[in-house]
């Protein structure tokens, strides 16, 4: 079974609205950690936010936040008021336990219209 | 601010030759990954390192090998490049435990002729 899922290969938003990249994770050890990171077209890979699986409240990095449902499993990243630089790949990954591996997901396209 | 530096951002090789990657982190981190990201496959491990002199294959560790000598420094080898290793390359360094994000270098996208 896959361990991240990202099923939006491609996206597109206005500028100034919000919009939701979806996420869900599978793994059964109950210490984790949720990542998400953006890609522009130049290639580096920027991390944007963490989630620990033991985090009461959803995490939260100005424009970007993440909307993390336990028991559902999933770790949506909300990026409010778009820009136009937003346009990237965004790419989910989880890491377990103590474990030294990172599962990626496969990646969301976001373009952001004028 | 933790800087991964990667030596080029873009090499060009022909098939045979011994190619370096080399990948230099400022943060004293324990862990260091190579990572090769293509089209529709998305990004996969080929090794990582947990300490000096240490390694660990990852899911397509073939045709490649890795030297860390110094806890700063990771360097990918490919000991004789191939096109089919025509792909960006890119190196992440990490603290341990579940809560520290992976750091990355810019890339460097690797042609082989």
């Known amino acids: 079974a896959q361990k991240i899922t990202q099923t939006q290969p491609g996206m597109f938003v206005q500028e100034k609205e919000a919009v939701t990249l979806d996420c869900t994770y599978d793994?059964?050890?109950?210490?984790?950690?949720l990542f998400w990171y953006k890609q522009p077209s130049s290639g580096e890979m920027i991390f944007l936010i963490y989630?620990?699986?033991?985090?009461?409240q959803n995490a939260t990095e100005g424009r970007y936040s993440l909307n993390f449902q336990k028991a559902r499993k999933s770790a949506n990243l909300v990026i409010s008021a778009s820009q136009l630089g937003d346009s990237a790949m965004y790419f989910c990954?989880?890491?377990?336990?103590?474990?030294?591996?990172?599962?990626f997901g496969s990646g969301t396209k976001l373009n952001v219209k004028p | 601010d933790v800087k991964v530096t990667q030596s080029s951002r873009y090499l060009v090789k022909r098939t045979g030759e011994k190619v370096f990657l080399e990948c230099v982190q400022d943060?004293?981190?324990?862990?260091m990954f190579w990572y090769r990201q293509d089209p529709g496959l998305g990004l996969r491990l080929i090794y990582f390192?947990?300490?000096?002199?240490?390694?660990e294959k990852g899911d397509i560790p073939e045709g490649y090998s890795v030297s860390r000598e110094k806890k700063e420094r990771f360097s990918l080898i490919l000991e004789s490049a191939s096109t089919n290793q025509t792909s960006m390359y890119l190196c992440?360094?990490?603290?341990?435990?579940?809560?520290?994000?992976?750091?990355f270098g810019n890339g460097t996208r690797l042609t082989v002729t």
């Open positions: 390192s947990y300490d000096v002199k240490m390694k």
């Open positions: 992440a360094s990490s603290l341990a435990g579940n809560n520290s994000p992976l750091h």
């Open positions: 989630q620990g699986s033991y985090d009461q």
């Open positions: 990954a989880m890491r377990e336990g103590n474990f030294n591996k990172f599962y």
């Open positions: 943060m004293d981190h324990e862990n």
């Open positions: 793994t059964s050890d109950p210490s984790y950690g």
